[in-house]
């Protein structure tokens, strides 16, 4: 009888306790978070500071990745890589909020579109690199593939909202003529 009270408060303890894969920082640091909430009402400065924070995020990862002597270095790769996607997947965030409220964001928008080139090379660099040594690129290999179609698909929806923004523009220069 005095089983089932246990068992109750046992699952409930082990439901309740979050579990160690669960638990992920934030990959931006107080600072940088501060800058970004400074930015909030300038789309060029805001989207300028997430490309540069991408950028770290992703010359960190390529300084992981070239470290023979890193204890556990696949792991840790793979943990700049989710911190990189990360980021870039709140450079998208607020790529789409400032597109929404029809904010002219042109500019941003072509280091936006230079930066994705520049991803996209260095992800596929890493991933060449993991081609030859298959067993140690194992736990990334999959998050690596996700980078790759998720700048891939980031570019191509960039380019369009620069033509549609840009197509904005026209319509509004010969409004005001």
């Known amino acids: 009888m005095k089983r089932a009270p246990l068992l109750v408060v046992f699952a409930s303890l082990l439901y ?3 579990l160690p894969a669960q638990r992920r920082n934030d990959p931006l640091n107080q600072l940088e978070i501060d800058q970004l909430r ?26 992981t990745h070239a470290d023979p002597k890193l204890p556990n270095r696949a792991k840790e790769v793979h943990d700049r ?6 980021v870039y997947d709140e450079l998208n965030d607020n790529i789409d909020m400032y597109a929404d409220r029809k904010d002219d964001i042109r500019k941003p928008l072509k280091e936006v579109l230079e930066a994705d080139t520049e991803f996209q090379a260095k992800l596929r660099a890493l991933k060449d690199a993991g081609q ?4 140690e690129s194992k736990p990334y290999e999959f998050l690596l593939s996700n980078a790759i179609e998720t700048i891939d698909a980031s570019t191509q929806d960039h380019r369009q909202l620069m033509s549609e923004q840009e197509e904005l523009a026209k319509r509004k220069k010969k409004k005001k003529q």
Do not use: I, N, W
């Open 132 to 135: 030859t040594s298959a067993a």
């Open 81 to 86: 890589l989710q911190d990189f996607l990360d």
């Open 16 to 18: 309740l306790s979050p």
């Open 38 to 63: 400074d930015t909030a009402l300038e789309p060029d400065l805001r989207l300028k500071l997430l490309v540069g924070f991408a950028r770290l995020r992703l010359d960190t990862l390529q300084k």
